[in-house]
């Protein structure tokens, strides 16, 4: 009776199909709100940081000619001064700041009429009348706008970019200046314009060398003259109008985010799919499986960078060793090795990732996470490290970060976290969690959905990279031939991922329990774009259209952990990303 009302069910769905020309594929639901995150390809989007990032601090020396009443009495050069400036400031987007400086400086010129800064004696001008020598000492503190031109027309770069590395900003401030050195108390106003252009000389953009042309106006009474007595015109404004050069030195976070997960996500609900033309009856499956993540690692910061050798983080994930990293000089590893001495000052090089379906068994050296009954981590023992160089041709290397000594893959905006315990910086422990013979304990421990069939990430890499090399030994060979029949042969309707992360975290400081869910849910949604960015990418999925993958933001993607340690099976379990693939198999 069950088969009986399932297929009618189907019959009646195929029916509705051919008539409306589309269907709606329902998951498990927790809202109806549709959530999507914000646009990632808009050059003039990005989400702005805290209030602690994208500082920056500067400092330039230069000089100036100072225009006053009578600053065409004497010569050009007795109007010149050298100035100097410091100063502290933030980027709140990429294309407007502010600051605060603080200059150091004095105006020199001439003067018909003595006054507090005059000094010296008399000279004679051309026209026969008397003048002096006058020189203004001063301090002035300003706040300033600022707005870079180039960002504000070209857009934002993105993080380390090779764009944009000459950059134009312009300022525009008031400020408090202070003479001294005189008897009399003397305060004024000032206003700061100036353009400055910037060169960069890295992509990290942490430091430029500036040349700033800059003009600082003053009260016509800066000189101690507001009316001339004898007769000419007076001055609207006095001003000092140079140049300088400088360095700036940017703080971290110094780059802007294109976007970050919704506020508040929830599951995507009732998502409409174009369907097929039916002549008969199909059959729809849903696809189901989990892929696993080390600690602080979701992929989205993959490195190395290898010239000609592009890095998936799926790859890593499948049949990585190590970190990828290994040592430049061989012979210097050798001396260290046999006289005991530390490797941590010894220079590292990146390696490129393989696919797991072309790394040979026989080289023991392929691993990925949770893809064998070995550890991820290798010992750094003289030995190992030997055998290892001996089928590689050079020695494997961690990732040294400060104090620190990571012995697996971590993205590069976690390297520099501490963790809670020493070995949880080594990945020692594996439950084959990712291989196909590790389904009894997913399927145990996990909330498997009873709609869908469950695989492994073995044997979906498999079906999609090829079942060769050193990925054969972690897939079962009849589940990935089936698996190849239905993707071949089925259409791929969408495909859905939604991540998940752990509770543990190291913050202690300030805002701690706020500051550590955030980074965990970073790492949750990070773990999900990762997974769909590599099946997206895949020639078996062209035909499937952008708009058919989504992330499932999850409201609460944060599961408790109370063990202190990373590499428990609660811990590793947890830190996945649970992917379905919706398609349908026409008869």
């Known amino acids: 009776m069950k088969k009986l009302v399932m297929g009618f069910g189907m019959l009646l769905l ?23 995150p914000q646009p990632t390809d808009d050059e003039y989007r990005i989400v702005t940081n805290r209030f602690w990032d994208n500082w920056f ?50 105006s020199k010129g001439y003067s018909k009429e003595e006054t507090y800064f005059t000094y010296g004696d008399p000279m004679t001008a051309s026209d026969g009348s008397l003048y002096w020598k006058s020189k203004n000492k001063w301090w002035d503190l300003n706040i300033n706008a600022m707005f870079n031109l180039s960002r504000l027309i070209k857009g934002y770069e993105g993080k380390e970019s090779d764009r944009l590395m000459n950059q134009f900003i312009a300022s525009v401030g008031i400020g408090a200046l202070h003479h001294r050195d005189i008897d009399a108390q003397r305060n004024e ?136 990293k290994g ?65 590689m041709d050079y020695y494997y290397a961690p990732i040294y970060e400060g104090g620190k000594t990571w012995y697996y893959r971590v993205d590069k905006e976690t390297t520099t976290q501490s963790l809670l315990s020493d070995d949880n910086y080594r990945e020692s422990t594996s439950y084959g969690l990712n291989t196909h013979r590790g389904l009894d304990m997913v399927k145990k421990n996990m909330k498997t959905s009873a709609d869908a069939s469950l695989y492994s990430f073995a044997d979906v890499y498999a079906a999609i990279e090829g079942n060769g090399g050193y990925v054969a030994q972690a897939a079962d060979e009849a589940t990935v031939k089936e698996l190849n029949d239905i993707l071949q042969k089925g259409r791929i309707l969408y495909v859905q991922a939604e991540g998940l992360a752990t509770s543990q975290d190291n913050y202690v400081g300030e805002n701690a329990e706020n500051i550590g869910l955030e980074r965990n849910k970073t790492l949750a949604y990070n773990r999900a774009y990762t997974v769909i960015k590599w099946l997206r990418s895949n020639a078996m999925f062209k035909n499937v259209s952008n708009n058919d993958f989504s992330i499932n933001a999850l409201t609460d993607p944060i599961v408790t952990v109370n063990d202190k340690s990373t590499q428990g099976l609660n811990a590793k379990l947890n830190r996945c990303v649970k992917v379905r693939i919706h398609c349908v198999i026409d008869k």
């Open 327 to 391: 040592f430049k000089n061989a012979e210097a590893v050798d001396r260290l090795l046999a006289s005991g001495g530390s490797l941590v000052s010894l220079a590292t090089v990146d390696i490129a990732t393989e696919k797991a379906n072309r790394c040979k068994p026989a080289e023991g050296v392929a691993r990925g996470y949770e893809m064998s009954s070995e550890p991820i981590s290798l010992p750094m023992d003289a030995g190992s490290m030997r055998a290892f160089e001996e089928k």
């Open 14 to 36: 195929a029916i509705s199909s051919s008539i409306h020309a589309q269907t709606v594929v329902s998951d498990t639901l927790v809202s109806e709100e549709v959530v999507q």
């Open 57 to 106: 601090i500067l400092g330039d020396f230069g000089g100036h000619a100072y225009a006053g009443d009578y600053g065409s009495v004497g010569d050009f050069n007795g109007l010149l001064s050298p100035d100097f400036n410091v100063g502290i400031g933030k980027w709140f987007t990429p294309g407007i700041g502010a600051k605060i400086q603080f200059g150091l400086s004095n």
């Open 189 to 324: 106003w000032s206003g700061h314009f100036e353009l400055q252009y910037s060169r960069f000389f890295n992509k990290k953009k942490n430091i430029s060398l500036d040349v700033k042309a800059h003009a600082i106006l003053f009260q016509t009474n800066f000189d101690g003259i507001t009316l001339k007595t004898n007769g000419e015109n007076s001055k609207w404004w006095d001003s000092n109008i140079g140049l300088s050069v400088g360095v700036t030195y940017y703080f971290k976070k110094r780059h802007w985010d294109r976007c970050v997960p919704c506020q508040s996500p929830v599951y995507i609900n009732n998502t409409y799919m174009p369907a097929p033309v039916v002549q008969e009856c199909p059959e729809y499956k849903t696809l189901e499986f989990y892929v696993f993540f080390p600690n602080n690692y979701s992929g989205r910061d993959d490195a190395p960078i290898v010239a000609d050798a592009p890095v998936n983080a799926i790859d890593y994930l499948a049949s990585g060793i190590f970190t990828q």
